[in-house]
């Protein structure tokens, strides 16, 4: 049996018991803008949602069994929430209380999606089958109905995002893991790393930081970083302001870039033009 096979649901657990076990707070289910709830389970302010942040844990997802794919041992789906919201409020069949709420469950998914992928957060996943929407077939049911449905026990991860299009793919498996010069050195020889001169003390967190930002791909040049031998996407982190120029150690002056535009970033004859670009990226990045 492939894995796909392995995560058809066959049972209809309550939608309230799954989040709850994927580690999402459910008590906000039992109160309503009136007061205390009878059935929190049915409350419809949530037990409708297709997606749940846990904020700095864990995201959770709701995906079609049809829609899942599997290639080379891999499981994943391709998914696009702004495009199926821009569907949901075109279509004529459906009434305007049911576009307004499609359109916002839509978009709330695809902001858990973006959560996921900016603070680098396990996505659990409720694989649902049942009777999903066709807004091309004026048969099909209104709204979809997910009838059976299971918590798949290994966790999810956000495998590539774009926040322009909305286009997404889901994958199954070890959430992706970022590691820059620093990490990959210490890891591979960790006895023999010495150091000379002085050391310029760089935040950890600012690294982490940076290279959960980058998401894998050079903030330069877009290309993705490669991979380690331990499954990890590598880039190296650059102090855009030298640190020995007096620039701060933190997120907004650190770039994480492909090794090529790092040393090009150091060496290059247009050095200084990519320090510009490359200020400007995260001038813009931070601008409140
Ligand atoms: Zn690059
Ligand atoms: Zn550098």
Redesign the pocket.
Known sequence: MNIKDGLKPTTSPRVIDLVAAAGVDVSPWAVSKKGPVKVPASNPAYCYEWAYIEPDKLVLLNLWWHEIQEANGQVFTDTNLKDWAAQLRDSSLLSPEQRRAGVRRALRMDQAIAYAQEHNLPVRVIVGEGKPRDLADPNSPLSSRMDLRLLDPEPWSVARYDPVSGAARIARGSFPKYVDQFDAESAAEPLRRTVTGDVLIRDPKVRADALRRAGGC??????RGFQTINGETYLETHHVLPLCEGGPDMVRNVAA??P??HRKAHYGEDRDTMRACLQDFLDEHYRR
């Open positions: 050079c903030e330069f040049c877009g290309k870039l492909c090529d535009d």
